[in-house]
C-alpha cells in the first residue's frame, strides 16, 4: 500500500492510494467505525471479500439508472447504514458514478470509497467527485459532486481488461497530455507506446498517476465546477457526449467517442484561430497513433445537434466549446452550427 | 418586498424575503440569466404566474417520491434548463423538499428558491438547505443539502390555510421556543395565543421570523449537520419520526407528531435528571395551551422500537436523543429501551 497523493476538493480530502490487493484495502479501512456496504457488478464481484455486505448490479452502461440507485439505497438501508456508513465502490465508471451517488443522497450523504478496475474509471471518473446517471437517454442528466473520501488504484486489475475497455481509458489519458502544463505526459506516450500497449505494470502506474495529477490541478481549483476552470476537462467532450447520442449511448465507447472529440476540437480551435497547427499536428498524430478511429462520420445530423443543443454545460442557454491555445491553456467558446458542420465535414447545406 | 434577513449555508447565502404578492417575486426574480421552472401542487398551482414553464405534483405526502422527481426532471429538461437555471418551488414542506432535491441533482445542481405556503414549511423546511424524499417507507431516506437562494415568505398564504395545517406549523414554532437562546420566543406564545391562532398577520410575521432566526443560529453553525449543533432541531422529532411511521406517515401530521416527540423529550430529559422540572413543566403547558394532543399512546410498540433502530441520525449504531439542559442549551444522548417505554407511559414487560 502507498499514500500516493490527496486531492483536496471543497473541504473533503480525497486520499489516493496504490493497492496491490484487496486485503490492502481491509487493512486500510480497518479503523473506520460505521457500516461498511460493498457495491460492485457481475464482472467485479470476484474483489468483493467474502462475508461481506454486498450488492451486485448488471454490468453495463445500461445499469446507470434510478433502479440501480434504489437497489443500492434498499440494501443500505437492510444492512443498517447509518450517516456515518460507507459505501465501497468496486468496479468500472458505472458502478463508481453509481456508488459515489447513491453515497451522496443516501440520508442525505454518507462516505464513499471508490476501486476503480478500468483504465477509464481510473484516471477520470474515480478523482473529481463528480456522481450520476442516465436519464431520458440523456448522459448524467442526474448527477452529485460527492468526493471519495479514499481512491484505490488497484493497477493489477487493468492487466485483465480486454483491449477495447484499455483503449478506453487512453483516450481520457491522451486528453489529459494536452490540458497538462508541460507536455511531459505527452512524451511520455509518445516515447512509451510499446509498453504502455502491452500493459506493462510499472509504465501504467506512471500514466496513471501522471494523468491523475493533470486532473487534479484542475479538480481543486474549481471543486464544483463553477470558474470555467474545470470546464477545461470537458475538451472533447460536447461533441463526444453528441456522438454518443447518435449512436444510442452504446454504439460508441466513452473514450472512442472522447478521442473524435478531442480531434474535432482541435480542428475547431485551429478553424478558429486559436490552437496552432503544430500543437493540433502532434497531439492528433499521438492519437492516432494509439489506434483510434477519429475518422468517424457522424450518421445522424438531426439528432447530434438536438444533443448538443441539450448539453448540460451551457451557460446562459448557449453551447460553449473548450478550444486549446496550446499546452495546458484553453478558452470557452461558443461555435456556430456552420462552424461546427464544417469540423464534421458536412456542407453547409442540412 | 422587504430584506428580512440572509442566512450563510457553507458558500450559500440564503436571503431570506418578506413577499406581499407573486409579483413581488417576479419582480426580484427579473435579473436572473438562466432558465426557471416552477413546481407546485394541485392546492398552490394558483400562486404560480400564468405563461411560465411549471409542474403540477400531486398533493400530499404520498407525492415525496422518486415519480415525482423523475417528472420535474423531465420538464426541467424539456424546458431546456441549464446548470444555470433555477427551480422556484411554491407550497408546503413536500413541495419545497421535491423542488429542492430535483435542483440538487440536475446537471449536478440547480438553482432553487422556495416560497412556502404553509406555516410548517415558512419556519422549517424552507431554511437550512435540508430536500429528500420518502423510500422504502422510511421518512427522508433519500435527501441531500442543497440551501436555496432566496426563501419568500408570503405569510398571506398562511390566511387560507385550514387549521389543522396551520397547528401543524405551530409544532415546530413551539420546539424553536426551547431551543432559542431566550425566553422571548416563549414569553411571545405565551402572551399573543389569541391573536396567533386568529392569524393577526402582523403577529404571525413577527412568530416567522423569530422562529427562523432561531433556526438560522443553529444551521449555520453547522450547515451540513456533522458538529452536533444542528441535531438540537432534532428535539423530538426521533420520537416523532417513530410515531409517524407506526401511524404509516399519514395518521399524524409532522406538527402534531413533532409536538407529542418534544413532550416525550422534556419527560426523558426530566427522568435521566438532565432538564429541571420548572422548564419542562413551562413548556409542556405551553403546548397543550395550543391545543396539541401530547396524550397520544403509541399502539405498536414493535413498529415504534423498529423505526427507532432506523432513525437517519444514527451514529456508530446508536439512537442518541436530544435532550434539553435548559432554555437553548442540548445534549445528545442515547436512552436505554426501559427509558423509552418509561417514557411512553409502557410497563417493562413487551
Redesign the interface.
Known amino acids: 500500500m502507498k499514500h500516493l497523493f490527496s486531492c483536496a476538493l471543497g473541504s473533503r480530502l480525497s486520499r489516493v492510494i496504490s493497492v496491490a490487493s484487496v486485503n490492502e484495502i481491509l487493512e486500510d479501512q480497518g479503523s473506520w467505525?460505521?457500516?461498511i456496504l460493498w457495491v460492485c457488478d457481475e464482472h467485479t464481484r470476484m474483489y468483493v471479500p467474502e462475508g461481506t455486505d454486498c450488492v451486485v448490479l448488471p454490468s453495463g452502461e445500461g445499469a446507470k439508472r434510478?433502479d440501480s440507485i434504489?437497489t443500492i439505497?434498499?440494501k443500505a438501508?437492510a444492512s443498517?447504514l447509518?450517516?456515518?456508513g460507507k459505501i465501497i465502490a468496486v468496479g468500472g465508471g458505472v458502478v463508481c458514478d453509481l456508488g459515489a451517488f447513491a453515497a451522496?443522497?443516501?440520508?442525505?450523504?454518507c462516505a464513499v470509497s471508490l476501486v476503480p478496475t478500468t483504465l477509464l474509471a481510473m484516471v477520470d471518473a474515480s478523482l473529481g467527485g463528480?456522481?450520476?446517471f442516465d436519464?431520458?437517454g440523456?448522459k448524467?442528466?442526474?448527477?452529485?459532486?460527492h468526493p471519495a473520501h479514499e481512491v484505490y488504484i488497484l493497477a493489477q486489475s487493468l492487466r485483465t481488461l480486454d483491449d477495447a475497455e484499455y483503449r478506453n481509458g487512453l483516450g481520457e489519458v491522451l486528453k489529459h497530455a494536452i490540458l497538462s502544463e508541460d507536455d511531459r505526459l505527452a512524451t511520455y506516450l509518445e516515447e512509451n507506446r510499446g509498453k504502455l500497449l502491452s500493459r506493462d505494470i510499472v509504465s501504467m502506474e506512471r500514466m496513471i498517476v501522471d494523468s491523475l495529477k493533470v486532473k487534479q490541478s484542475y479538480v481543486e481549483s474549481d471543486p464544483?465546477?463553477t470558474k470555467g476552470i474545470r470546464d477545461a476537462l470537458n475538451l472533447g467532450h460536447t461533441f463526444a457526449h453528441a456522438l454518443e447520442s447518435v449512436g444510442n449511448l452504446t454504439r460508441f465507447s466513452h473514450g472512442e467517442a472522447v478521442a473524435w472529440g478531442v480531434v474535432k476540437a482541435l480542428h475547431a480551435g485551429v478553424s478558429s484561430h486559436v490552437t496552432p497547427v503544430p500543437f493540433a499536428t502532434r497531439h492528433e498524430e499521438l492519437i492516432r497513433s494509439y489506434g483510434f478511429d477519429v475518422d468517424v462520420t457522424v450518421s445522424d445530423r438531426g439528432r447530434f445537434f438536438e444533443a448538443l443543443?441539450?448539453d448540460?454545460?451551457?451557460?446562459?442557454?448557449q453551447v460553449r466549446f473548450v478550444l486549446m491555445e496550446g499546452q495546458g491553456r484553453h478558452l470557452l467558446q461558443p461555435l456556430t452550427q456552420q462552424q461546427v458542420m464544417a469540423v464534421l465535414g458536412f456542407s453547409g447545406v442540412e
Do not use: C, P, Q, Y
Open positions: 467505525m460505521g457500516k434510478w434504489e439505497l434498499g438501508a443498517g447509518g450517516r456515518d451522496s443522497i443516501f440520508m442525505r450523504g463528480k456522481t450520476g436519464l431520458f440523456m448524467n442528466l442526474v448527477g452529485t459532486f464544483t465546477e443543443r441539450h448540460k454545460k451551457k451557460r446562459a442557454s
